[in-house]
């Protein structure tokens, strides 16, 4: 569902868009730019298939808005990026605005209770591009790459083999139609790149 549909179904106006646009074209951005924006929009409304309209409307706007402010600042910007979508939102009522929150903020640690479809469709159309070709999964880990720039090669090493040590440790996706769809490749890729990262600090596990 696109941003001016979403925010129409829950009685709010789409006049955000042009800010919204211009949040995600920020010249520091590489990956989270309004393509993976889109692309999450997609493939959680594919996971939702079958929800009732409000519910994918909010989903939808929770999708467009999860990474509207990004700094490579974990925690802060999700928690900037719920700001944001609240005062986007005009018009739309309290419920709605506080789901649409809820759902940004649980991308901090992509965790939610097993029973929240709405948060399952989001996480798992989230880390949708691990499970990408292995050619889509290169250009993905050079764009994070690019966007940490002003850490150092061996900071950075360090704190990415921590992030794929702590993603490969535990189930990736909360629905089966993810992991059907994703695991398989999602773990062959961060295997790949997790070994490429061990290697380079000496390390031939």
Known sequence: MQWPDAVAALGGTSAAWPRLEARYAEPHRRYHTLTHAAAVARDSAWLAD????????????????HDVVYDAKPGE????SAAWARKALDGVAEAHVERVEGLILATI????????????????ADLAILG??????????????????????????????????RMLSRPLYRS???????????????TAELTHWRRARGDHR
């Open 77 to 80: 910007d999700e928690r900037a």
């Open 132 to 165: 990408a070709s292995e050619a889509q999964y290169a250009v993905y880990a050079r764009g994070v790459r690019e966007e940490y720039a002003k850490y150092p090669d061996d900071v950075w090493r360090e704190g990415r083999i921590a992030v794929l040590e």
């Open 50 to 65: 079958g929800l009732a309209e409000t519910d994918r409307a909010i989903l939808a706007i929770a999708a467009w808005t």
């Open 176 to 190: 089966e139609t993810a992991r059907t769809r994703w695991a398989s490749a999602a773990e062959k890729n961060l």
């Open 109 to 124: 640690g992509h965790d939610a209770p097993p029973d929240d479809l709405l948060a399952t469709a989001l996480l798992d």
